[in-house]
């Protein structure tokens, strides 16, 4: 009994109420188009900076998010399970759900209305997903649905990876294939030469660090919007370089998996 209620101090504590709601499912309006062809190829790169969704982990199921979403970066790699509304319009895959991951942004148009062609206007929520993500719910020929949505625990394979660019004393570090919560609020890089530093968000899910770790092998630490933190040693080795990506061995998990511990 004594153990059993540790357990469950720990998740109280750990597991946010955000995580915590998404486990219940809280359901949201908002509305949906799509874009990037029947193959996602044009999803490709995406101001979340990750590039070849296939190479990151993503595939195909991605969407970009309006600004009320999108928090200028934030967001990016959240997972949000999306069902079509089939009570406000006829254009549904009744019965149908997908799960897509925050990888762009959908900008304002403010020529257009905000129900007449603006629909990543403020304050709109508009997920702007992939062409295969949006036909899984809803029939081509609509354009646009309402949906209803939920934050849902990312599920990736192999370990947290972090792409390294910049150059000396500014090394930029790109976060990737985050499980559970998915979206990174916090990052921090160790030289083995230096205590752990803080790094600052740059663009999208890339994190910027001006010290000297040229020569260092060096370890991450994240902390998901859900406040759980993975700590990573030893990625990189100390021969690392510029333009590599390192993938580590720690994944983020989300409560429920904590649960079942």
């Not at 934030?74 to 089939?86: E, F, H, I, K």
């Not at 319009?89 to 020529?111: E, F, I």
């Not at 394979?157 to 972090?162: A, N, P, S």
């Not at 060096?218 to 021969?239: C, E, I, K, M, W």
Request: charged share 15%; glycine share 12%.
């Amino acid at each position: 009994m004594e153990k059993k209620l540790l357990v469950v101090l720990f998740l109280s504590l750990c597991c946010s109420p955000r995580l915590r709601g998404e486990a219940a499912q809280q359901w949201t309006s908002a509305t949906a188009t799509f874009y990037g062809g029947s193959d996602a190829s044009g999803t490709m790169g995406g101001s979340c900076g990750y590039g070849n969704m296939y190479s990151a982990g993503y595939g195909t199921n991605t969407t970009a998010l309006s600004s009320a979403l999108y928090g200028d970066g934030a967001s990016c790699g959240a997972c949000y399970l999306v069902t079509c509304d089939a009570s406000a319009t006829r254009w549904c895959k009744n019965g149908t759900s997908v799960t897509v991951t925050a990888t762009n942004y959908c900008p304002p148009n403010y020529s257009e209305s905000g129900d007449a062609g603006g629909w990543c206007n403020p304050p709109r929520r508009h997920f702007d997903m992939s062409q295969p993500a949006w036909e899984a719910i809803a029939v081509y020929s609509a354009g646009i649905v309402p949906v209803r949505y939920a934050r849902t625990p990312c599920r990736r394979g192999g370990g947290i990876r972090f792409g390294i660019a910049g150059h000396d004393y500014y090394e930029l570090v790109l976060v990737t294939n985050v499980a559970g919560s998915g979206a990174v609020a916090a990052a921090w890089v160790k030289g083995s030469g230096t205590e752990w530093l803080s790094m600052s968000r740059s663009w999208g899910e890339n994190w910027q660090s001006n010290a000297y770790l040229t020569g260092q092998a060096l370890s991450f630490r994240v902390q998901a919007d859900d406040g759980g933190v993975v700590t990573a040693y030893d990625v990189a080795p100390a021969n690392w370089q510029f333009g590599s990506t390192y993938q580590s061995d720690k994944q983020k998990k989300n409560c429920t998996e904590l649960a079942l511990q």
